[in-house]
């Protein structure tokens, strides 16, 4: 019985450090996304949380690694953002009894906000990993289908292969937003 008791009363333990860690860990993560967003919006931290780190990056060679953001990352960002590639990146650290639970959070700097859908469809042409890139894939083969069905399209003269495929969608709204 003395076996039994021990044994229970030691489970119930685990499962109540296992818990307190699991709410550390959420609770550091939830702070770091806070604190990265706050940062990224230029604003002051929280006051009353027990800041571990918090620092504002640019993407030069020597801080990119300290980021944790991906190449492509800093290259959709610098695409999309067309600003300057900064980061907001926060670190948050909680001590749950002798363990350190550490969380990263890293936010492009800056709104990057455009005005209209025109301005979005540019700004999406414009950028080498979002568009660019796998355009130039799926317009190499609209190319050779264009050389191959040409002398079937012959009779409809007038059709020709557009190679802009953003523009004429341009200013369309969506069908979600059209009903409204």
Excluded at 27 to 38: G, I, N, P, T
Aim: hydrophobic share 50%.
């Amino acid at each position: 019985m003395l076996l039994l008791t021990t044994l229970l009363l030691s489970l119930w333990m685990a499962v109540d450090y296992l818990a307190r860690s699991r709410m550390a860990a959420m609770e550091a993560a939830q702070l770091s996304r806070r604190w990265a967003f706050v940062d990224a919006q230029g604003g002051d931290l929280p006051s009353g949380d027990d800041v571990q780190s918090i620092q504002r990056l640019t993407a030069l060679p020597f801080q990119v690694a300290e980021t944790g953001v991906s190449r492509q990352g800093r290259q959709l960002a610098s695409d999309w953002l067309a600003l300057p590639a900064s980061w907001s990146v926060v670190q948050a650290r909680a001590q749950v009894a002798g363990a350190g639970i550490v969380r990263h959070t890293a936010l492009a700097g800056g709104s990057g906000a455009v005005a209209d859908a025109v301005a979005t469809q540019l700004r999406l042409g414009q950028s080498a990993l979002a568009w660019q890139n796998v355009a130039s894939v799926s317009l190499a083969r609209a190319r050779q289908a264009d050389l191959a069905l040409r002398p079937l399209d012959r009779p409809w003269a007038g059709r020709k292969l557009d190679p802009d495929w953003l523009m004429p969608w341009a200013g369309l709204p969506a069908a979600s937003r059209a009903d409204r």
